[in-house]
């Protein structure tokens, strides 16, 4: 009968057996299975076999019974009397949130000692009022004094107001919540432990919250013991261990014990050199310098890794994070139950790489390397790398065969063509590169200004490269040694993260990539990003990388650009791209230019989306050649209002005007006239490249000079939207930016700048009013490199 229980995936309720159950069944015969207790009903199997924690902090999101724990910082306000509404009503909303999607929650919280001290407080206010005010009358009263008041009697006073407070949160979620107090006796003493064990199970099995705390109230002073030692061996001395004690005992997936910190720093926060920790392992303890506890409370940071490595000893996975932050408490536990970079992960399995922090490190030493070689020999690492790419061509090949017979079924087909490689297309990204490498000679410290400041004293604009760049591509491997090159001729260092349906492809391009820069000893320059970092988390890395530039779909890069904190984003969101073609355009150019924009990759971001056409054109012969071609490219037509007008019966009205097809689907509506046509693209375009197929050399330039994209093109396809064919070797993406690069981003687009000032002996007090020097402000000669 056991057997059959516990191979079953269901809870099951066994009420007339229940007693046979507890007296017949001997708990050393049921120990070894881990998912019973000693309770009288089976609990749901977990998503996963209990024994190991998580080794990833994606894996987090399986987590199905969770322990949050919640500090005295957190619960309490700052003035240690009284509590965080606010915070506590948050976390409440998310552990509601967790609970109603099947997972079991529990809740170590402190607080009862700071709701007792208010309490306690206000009655010994109002009682010295009362009694002064009887012996010396109301107008009388002297400044009162209150006494220290005993940390067990503010417990016992706020105790009951704390768990109604929790009960009335709760409610308003339709979640009923249990209280226990619990001592260390409970835990120690065989018959309490088994019932406690007992009790929380039944409370979880009935989807009620338990509550858990210290008995402060009876509990004696910590004291100092050897405990933390082994499995087994555990003191509950403040509501850190407790909470790690409970986790293992509950046999739970996931400890989250939040503080008022990020979460554990190699140093005490606040100090200049702090770096928050992102995962912690066993034996990490050495390379930590632990602070002071926290400003109320029992446990320090060094009690709480205590506590999480012994829970994570235990089999339950640890996460320590910031549980006051107002920016962050509103989802902090919802964010690490899904796997968001938040806090200090602990975990027993070390990665076989470096952390993407330390490849961030890697690239920006790696970069200003970089930065200092001649332009010739960043040239000669380019070059290399052009080589590398023709020479090893059937590894290449090879790779990506098995790239693409993984993503088979799975991709759609324009993703498909993106991901192929072929000898063609490494060849043409040979002959990119060594472009790039040309023209890279007179790019790093070049100098744009020069002024003399006054006598002596004279001002230089040289370019520099950004820093550390952030390339996140989805499908396309060969995107990879075109922003390698770039990132080496601007001197950058580079972070690359690609799709995983390009791995094997991405893999032996980085490695080629290593190879080339090795022969100037800057191999670590360029990094390939092979954890499992989310693209979110990458982009939180503020204090690592300067720019990111996203290559992908519109998706991608609006994902990115909202996730993106504090690290300026390089590209475009959408690539609706407008063709106007006026009253006199060409009917000989009219049919190529716009199979050309729209047929030729309609899954690329410089693809036509739109086709305006003048009135005037409309149930002419011109019309009708346009209407037969795209009819024999198989493109679907959507009618906007105006051109659906026009016609009796008109193709399916186009749902929106500002609309980026990615394949075989046009637009087309009707206007007026030119101002008309710019006025469209202005409310529905999205900046990237617009174009007018006219004769009226006017007309043009009124088109050219008026549409404000980053691309407007004069009787020419959108499809010469790119840097390769604008002469820059290659592009990192295209830019609707107003700000910095703009249009196909090259290697200018890739350079920043900074001022040089070289003087002798120069104070700004000599230029005073009553000083001796005045400023004159020459503009220099610049100098001409000498560019072979």
């Known amino acids: 009968e056991i057997g059959k229980i516990t191979a079953s995936k269901?809870?099951?309720?066994?009420?007339?057996?229940?007693?046979?159950?507890?007296?017949?069944?001997?708990?050393?015969?049921?120990?070894?299975?881990?998912?019973?207790?000693?309770?009288?009903?089976?609990?749901?199997?977990?998503?996963?076999?209990?024994?190991?924690?998580?080794?990833?902090?994606?894996?987090?999101?399986?987590?199905?019974?969770?322990?949050?724990?919640?500090?005295?910082?957190?619960?309490?306000?700052?003035?240690?009397?009284?509590?965080?509404?606010?915070?506590?009503?948050?976390?409440?909303?998310?552990?509601?949130?967790?609970q109603n999607q099947g997972r079991e929650m529990m809740l170590v919280t402190s607080g009862a000692v700071a709701f007792g001290k208010q309490r306690l407080r206000h009655e010994i206010l109002l009682s010295q009022s009362v009694r002064q005010a009887l012996h010396s009358g109301q107008n009388q009263l002297k400044e009162m004094a209150i006494p220290v008041l005993e940390a067990r009697a503010c417990a016992a006073a706020g105790q009951s107001g704390l768990m109604a407070l929790y009960e009335a949160m709760f409610t308003q979620y339709s979640i009923c919540a249990a209280q226990i107090l619990v001592t260390n006796l409970d835990f120690h003493d065989e018959q309490k432990r088994r019932n406690l064990n007992g009790t929380l199970h039944e409370l979880l099995r009935m989807n009620i919250v338990p509550i858990i705390n210290t008995n402060d109230a009876v509990v004696p002073p910590a004291e100092p013991n050897s405990d933390l030692q082994g499995v087994n061996v555990i003191s509950v001395k403040d509501n850190d261990s407790l909470a790690a004690r409970l986790a293992v005992e509950m046999k739970t997936d996931l400890l989250i014990v939040l503080s008022d910190v990020e979460g554990l720093f190699d140093s005490p926060p606040g100090s200049d050199d702090a770096k928050l920790i992102d995962i912690f392992y066993p034996g990490d303890q050495q390379s930590v310098t632990f602070g002071t506890k926290s400003?109320?409370?029992?446990?320090?940071?060094?009690?709480?890794?205590?506590?999480?490595?012994?829970?994570?000893?235990?089999?339950?996975?640890?996460?320590?994070?910031?549980?006051?932050?107002?920016?962050?408490?509103?989802?902090?536990?919802?964010?690490?139950?899904?796997?968001?970079?938040?806090?200090?992960?602990?975990?027993?399995?070390?990665?076989?790489?470096?952390?993407?922090?330390?490849?961030?490190?890697?690239?920006?030493?790696?970069?200003?390397?970089?930065?200092?070689?001649?332009?010739?020999?960043?040239?000669?690492?380019?070059?290399?790398?052009?080589?590398?790419?023709?020479?090893?061509?059937?590894?290449?090949?090879?790779?990506?065969?098995?790239?693409?017979?993984?993503?088979?079924?799975?991709?759609?087909?324009?993703?498909?063509?993106?991901?192929?490689?072929?000898?063609?297309?490494?060849n043409s990204l040979a002959i990119g590169l060594r472009q790039i490498a040309s023209s890279s000679q007179d790019s790093v410290g070049r100098v744009l200004r020069r002024t003399r400041i006054a006598k002596n004293l004279e001002l230089e604009q040289v370019t520099v490269p950004i820093g550390v760049l952030l390339v996140i591509f989805e499908s396309r491997p060969d995107c990879l040694p075109q922003v390698a090159a770039l990132a080496i001729a601007s001197g950058n260092g580079l972070l690359l993260k690609g799709g995983k349906e390009a791995a094997h492809s991405n893999r032996i391009l980085h490695l080629l990539t290593q190879e080339a820069l090795s022969i100037h000893g800057v191999k670590e320059a360029v990094q390939l990003v092979n954890t499992r970092e989310e693209v979110e988390d990458?982009?939180?890395?503020?204090?690592?990388?300067?720019?990111?530039?996203?290559?992908?779909?519109?998706?991608?890069?609006r994902d990115i650009q909202k996730a993106a904190k504090g690290i300026p984003v390089m590209g475009h969101s959408e690539g609706i791209c407008h063709m106007y073609l006026d009253s006199e355009a060409s009917v000989d150019k009219v049919t190529r230019l716009v199979r050309d924009s729209k047929c030729e990759y309609p899954a690329a971001c410089n693809a036509l989306e739109t086709?305006?056409?003048?009135?005037?054109?409309?149930?002419?012969?011109?019309?009708?050649?346009?209407?037969?071609?795209?009819?024999?490219?198989?493109?679907?037509?959507?009618?906007?209002?105006?051109?659906?007008?026009?016609?009796?019966?008109?193709?399916?009205?186009?749902?929106?005007?500002?609309?980026?097809?990615?394949?075989?689907?046009?637009?087309?509506?009707?206007?007026?006239?030119?101002?008309?046509?710019?006025?469209?693209?202005?409310?529905?375009?999205?900046?990237?490249?617009?174009?007018?197929?006219?004769?009226?050399?006017?007309?043009?330039?009124f088109f050219l000079q008026h549409v404000d994209s980053a691309c407007v093109f004069w009787n020419a396809s959108t499809r010469f939207s790119d840097g390769y064919r604008f002469g820059l070797g290659a592009e990192v993406g295209i830019s609707t930016s107003r700000i910095h690069a703009r249009g196909p981003v090259g290697l200018e687009g890739l350079l920043t700048t900074k001022w040089l000032l070289r003087g002798q002996d120069h104070v700004v007090s000599d230029f005073s009013e009553h000083g001796s020097l005045k400023y004159l402000h020459e503009n220099l000669p610049i100098p001409q490199r000498n560019i072979n």
């Open 295 to 426: 400003r109320v409370g029992m446990g320090g940071m060094e009690a709480k890794v205590k506590a999480a490595l012994w829970a994570l000893q235990g089999g339950t996975s640890v996460v320590i994070a910031n549980g006051t932050h107002p920016k962050v408490s509103g989802h902090v536990i919802t964010d690490i139950v899904e796997g968001k970079k938040v806090g200090t992960f602990f975990s027993e399995v070390k990665p076989a790489g470096p952390t993407v922090e330390q490849q961030g490190e890697m690239a920006r030493s790696g970069g200003r390397m970089l930065a200092t070689l001649e332009p010739e020999q960043r040239a000669e690492i380019i070059h290399h790398l052009a080589d590398l790419l023709t020479d090893q061509r059937d590894e290449i090949l090879l790779a990506n065969k098995k790239d693409m017979e993984e993503a088979e079924g799975r991709l759609a087909a324009p993703l498909l063509k993106r991901l192929s490689l072929s000898t063609s297309k490494l």
């Open 10 to 98: 269901w809870r099951i309720e066994i009420p007339t057996q229940a007693v046979w159950l507890q007296n017949r069944v001997q708990p050393s015969a049921i120990r070894h299975v881990r998912s019973w207790s000693n309770i009288p009903f089976i609990t749901v199997p977990l998503s996963r076999a209990h024994g190991k924690s998580f080794a990833h902090r994606s894996e987090l999101k399986h987590a199905k019974r969770i322990v949050v724990k919640l500090g005295s910082a957190v619960v309490t306000r700052g003035d240690e009397c009284g509590l965080a509404l606010g915070r506590l009503a948050s976390i409440v909303e998310q552990v509601s949130v967790l």
């Open 611 to 701: 086709l305006l056409i003048h009135r005037d054109l409309l149930r002419t012969p011109l019309f009708d050649q346009i209407i037969d071609m795209l009819r024999v490219e198989q493109v679907k037509i959507h009618a906007g209002p105006k051109f659906a007008s026009y016609l009796t019966f008109s193709p399916s009205e186009v749902k929106s005007l500002r609309t980026e097809y990615g394949d075989l689907e046009l637009c087309i509506e009707v206007v007026d006239n030119v101002q008309e046509a710019i006025d469209h693209i202005h409310k529905y375009g999205s900046s990237h490249t617009d174009v007018i197929v006219t004769e009226n050399e006017k007309t043009a330039e």
């Open 538 to 557: 990458l982009c939180r890395l503020d204090k690592m990388i300067d720019l990111i530039i996203p290559r992908g779909s519109s998706q991608l890069v």
